[in-house]
């Protein structure tokens, strides 16, 4: 077994240490093999639980849970060749990993029993299951608990006591150097993964696999954090940054020829449109600190200007322009907006410049519904929006036709999606250079402390206008493309909140969920808001419900977003060195003077 000499504490469920380790590898073993035996005897329930003999559905999502938890339990008994999937020798990923496979369990049990009126059409194989997924998890909540520090505290509540069993420890000693080969070798193993798990979510049919599938990532996402792999992982991507980036477009390019049909490329494209005008937004909010709650508007300032010059049929001014020069235009028109509006608003701070951006975006709306021949001119038919759209041709390329690839036929989002990837990859560019300039650490020196940047002769007013304008050129660039994807642009894409996005709700969620001022926060936190809604169809009316919840779980506990980068983390966490000097006491200051008199 492996030795730790950190101080430790009981556990949770007061167990010795021996049998609880025990009881996960015994629950973690057992989970497994439950998976091979039929759970319903009905196949009303979706997933085909009904076989013995191989997994199915959401048996399948609690295998990979239980065999992982088998990989840690041997990992933590010291099996030559796994010591390296626990760098941080701590037991938090087992009980992450045990609580991750209890839920996917019991939610399949519960699911069967609701919809199908009764635990009278549960197998034995789910009995077993959840028997097993139990006993693997009191054996985790008796693992003892490692001291953060060595601080042996009794913890003050349950919530404390849970999160020092979860809590992150650094690695026991440093990582191994590895040759150059094996550290790019292992940056593609890890984007061809998360290709597979991407795809695999994207793919599911059916609602309860989607929600097992959230759960047994979340659980296992935070177990490999916990377990110091992806520190390790991250800080090998950061040593290889441009390598890095290079495979995940790769990656992403290789989503739409892993799928049969377009029924799944188009939730892909939309994404990326939707991922690609929050890492816009993120330049004005991460990096500039401007709360902009009317971005969505430069997407649609960008969609109607492309919409205008594509050739439509229900096009006011009867033109065509080529594809380049319609992306163009679109980010030309957003940027002429973003300086007009800016110019007079941005000496505004805080939540005044919010308000006078959410009324530009609602000032945007109503005055396209209003542009219809009626209460105006007859320039976008109103509520009936510019359609029409078509498809683009460029190069000999129809992106409205199918075309073979060898490997599957790629339908006509496929195309789009392509397209947009390589949209994607400029936004990124843009931003990482951006961020990266004097100018980017100027927006940043902004953000933090306006008042200071200003009297360190940073003109704050010229520069906010450059982010304020850059982020709207992203957002007209983005709405190109969208225009052509959607075949038609009407008033109601462009709302502050609705049901679909994007709008700006969704929008600055997105900023928020991933973590602002970073690169991928955004990508993720766009994906995953545009993604749960698309899976989960029940959610359809109770999606700003959930959303506010889940700003209020993020606050709380993770402020900094699902992707940090150091200073965030610094900010949002306490840390081990004293912000304010140590204030001596009269009696230290008289004991100090007589050693000096000494």
Not at 314 to 319: E, V
Not at 498 to 504: L, R
Not at 544 to 558: N, Y
């Given at each position: 077994?492996?030795?730790?000499?950190?101080?430790?504490?009981?556990?949770?469920?007061?167990?010795?240490?021996?049998?609880?380790?025990?009881?996960?590898?015994?629950?973690?073993?057992?989970?497994?093999?439950?998976?091979?035996?039929?759970?319903?005897?009905?196949?009303?329930?979706?997933?085909?639980?009904?076989?013995?003999?191989?997994?199915?559905?959401?048996?399948?999502?609690?295998?990979?849970?239980?065999?992982?938890?088998?990989?840690?339990?041997?990992?933590?008994?010291?099996?030559?060749?796994?010591?390296?999937?626990?760098?941080?020798?701590?037991?938090?990923?087992?009980?992450?990993?045990?609580?991750?496979?209890?839920?996917?369990?019991?939610?399949?049990?519960?699911?069967?029993?609701?919809?199908?009126?009764?635990?009278?059409?549960?197998?034995?194989?789910?009995?077993?299951?959840?028997?097993?997924?139990?006993?693997?998890?009191?054996?985790?909540?008796?693992?003892?608990?490692?001291?953060?520090?060595?601080?042996?505290?009794?913890?003050?509540?349950?919530?404390?006591?849970?999160?020092?069993?979860?809590?992150?420890?650094?690695?026991?000693?440093?990582?191994?150097?590895?040759?150059?080969?094996?550290?790019?070798?292992?940056?593609?193993?890890a984007f061809g993964i998360?290709l597979y798990v991407f795809?695999?979510?994207?793919?599911?049919?059916?609602?309860?696999?989607?929600?097992?599938?959230?759960?047994?990532?979340?659980?296992?996402?935070?177990?490999?954090?916990?377990?110091?792999?992806?520190?390790?992982?991250?800080?090998?991507?950061?040593?290889?940054?441009?390598?890095?980036?290079?495979?995940?477009?790769?990656?992403?390019?290789?989503?739409?020829?892993?799928?049969?049909?377009?029924?799944?490329?188009?939730?892909?494209?939309?994404?990326?449109?939707?991922?690609?005008?929050?890492?816009?937004?993120?330049?004005?909010?991460?990096?500039?600190?401007?709360?902009?709650?009317?971005?969505?508007?430069?997407?649609?300032?960008?969609?109607?200007?492309?919409?205008?010059?594509?050739?439509?049929?229900?096009?006011?001014?009867?033109?065509?322009?080529?594809?380049?020069?319609?992306?163009?235009?679109?980010?030309?028109?957003?940027?002429?907006?973003?300086?007009?509006?800016?110019?007079?608003?941005?000496?505004?701070?805080?939540?005044?410049?919010?308000?006078?951006?959410?009324?530009?975006?609602?000032?945007?709306?109503?005055?396209?519904?209003?542009?219809?021949?009626?209460?105006?001119?007859?320039?976008?038919?109103?509520?009936?929006?510019?359609?029409?759209?078509?498809?683009?041709?460029?190069?000999?390329?129809?992106?409205?036709?199918?075309?073979?690839?060898?490997?599957?036929?790629?339908?006509?989002?496929?195309?789009?999606?392509?397209?947009?990837?390589?949209?994607?990859?400029?936004?990124?560019?843009?931003?990482?250079?951006?961020?990266?300039?004097?100018i980017g650490r100027a927006?940043?020196?902004?953000?933090?402390?306006?008042?200071?940047?200003?009297?360190?002769?940073?003109?704050?007013?010229?520069?906010?206008?450059?982010?304020?304008?850059?982020?709207?050129?992203?957002?007209?660039?983005?709405?190109?493309?969208?225009?052509?994807?959607?075949?038609?642009?009407?008033?109601?894409?462009?709302?502050?909140?609705?049901?679909?996005?994007?709008?700006?709700?969704?929008?600055?969620?997105?900023?928020?969920?991933?973590?602002?001022?970073?690169?991928?926060?955004?990508?993720?936190?766009?994906?995953?808001?545009?993604?749960?809604?698309?899976?989960?169809?029940?959610?359809?009316?109770?999606?700003?419900?959930?959303?506010?919840?889940?700003?209020?779980?993020?606050?709380?506990?993770?402020?900094?977003?699902?992707?940090?980068?150091?200073?965030?983390?610094?900010?949002?966490?306490?840390?081990?060195?004293?912000?304010?000097?140590?204030?001596?006491?009269?009696?230290?200051?008289?004991?100090?003077?007589?050693?000096?008199?000494?």
């Open positions: 077994m492996t030795t730790d000499t950190t101080p430790r504490q009981q556990g949770i469920i007061p167990l010795q240490e021996k049998t609880a380790r025990a009881l996960v590898a015994i629950g973690g073993a057992a989970t497994a093999v439950s998976t091979f035996l039929a759970w319903t005897w009905t196949s009303e329930f979706p997933g085909d639980l009904t076989v013995t003999g191989y997994p199915g559905g959401l048996q399948v999502l609690a295998l990979v849970g239980a065999l992982l938890t088998v990989l840690f339990t041997a990992a933590s008994y010291g099996v030559r060749g796994l010591r390296w999937l626990n760098p941080a020798g701590t037991d938090s990923p087992l009980l992450l990993l045990t609580l991750g496979v209890f839920g996917v369990v019991w939610y399949t049990v519960a699911s069967i029993t609701v919809e199908l009126n009764g635990a009278v059409n549960l197998e034995p194989g789910a009995y077993v299951a959840a028997a097993a997924s139990l006993v693997a998890l009191v054996g985790a909540l008796g693992l003892p608990i490692r001291g953060d520090s060595g601080d042996l505290t009794a913890p003050a509540n349950a919530w404390e006591t849970f999160r020092r069993a979860i809590a992150a420890a650094p690695p026991r000693k440093p990582a191994r150097t590895l040759p150059s080969w094996a550290e790019l070798l292992l940056i593609v193993v998360g795809t695999y979510g994207i793919d599911t049919a059916y609602a309860e696999l989607f929600v097992g599938f959230l759960i047994i990532v979340a659980f296992g996402f935070a177990a490999l954090t916990k377990s110091g792999l992806i520190a390790r992982l991250t800080t090998i991507t950061t040593k290889h940054r441009n390598v890095t980036i290079a495979a995940a477009f790769t990656a992403a390019a290789g989503f739409p020829f892993t799928q049969n049909n377009d029924a799944y490329t188009s939730v892909g494209v939309n994404i990326l449109v939707f991922a690609t005008v929050a890492l816009g937004l993120n330049v004005v909010v991460g990096l500039a600190g401007l709360l902009d709650l009317g971005y969505v508007a430069f997407l649609g300032v960008g969609a109607y200007t492309a919409a205008l010059v594509s050739g439509s049929t229900s096009s006011a001014l009867g033109i065509q322009f080529p594809f380049w020069a319609a992306a163009l235009a679109g980010a030309a028109a957003s940027l002429v907006f973003g300086v007009l509006i800016g110019a007079p608003t941005l000496r505004l701070r805080g939540d005044y410049l919010a308000i006078v951006t959410l009324g530009f975006g609602e000032i945007f709306r109503i005055t396209m519904n209003n542009l219809n021949g009626t209460t105006g001119p007859d320039i976008t038919n109103g509520p009936n929006g510019i359609s029409n759209v078509p498809d683009l041709d460029m190069f000999g390329f129809n992106f409205g036709e199918s075309h073979e690839t060898g490997i599957n036929s790629l339908g006509r989002f496929g195309n789009y999606y392509l397209l947009m990837l390589l949209f994607t990859a400029i936004v990124v560019i843009v931003f990482r250079r951006a961020g990266e300039s004097r927006w940043v020196a902004i953000r933090e402390d306006e008042t200071a940047a200003t009297a360190m002769g940073i003109n704050g007013f010229r520069l906010k206008l450059m982010a304020f304008a850059l982020g709207a050129s992203l957002a007209g660039l983005a709405g190109a493309v969208q225009a052509h994807v959607t075949y038609s642009v009407t008033p109601d894409q462009f709302e502050f909140a609705g049901t679909a996005p994007p709008n700006s709700a969704f929008l600055l969620a997105a900023v928020i969920l991933g973590g602002m001022g970073t690169v991928s926060g955004p990508l993720i936190g766009a994906s995953l808001l545009y993604l749960i809604p698309v899976k989960l169809q029940f959610m359809h009316d109770y999606q700003l419900l959930l959303f506010g919840l889940a700003l209020i779980l993020l606050m709380r506990f993770r402020p900094e977003g699902l992707v940090v980068n150091r200073r965030s983390k610094l900010e949002y966490h306490e840390t081990d060195q004293l912000a304010v000097p140590k204030q001596l006491t009269l009696a230290d200051a008289n004991v100090d003077s007589s050693k000096a008199g000494a």
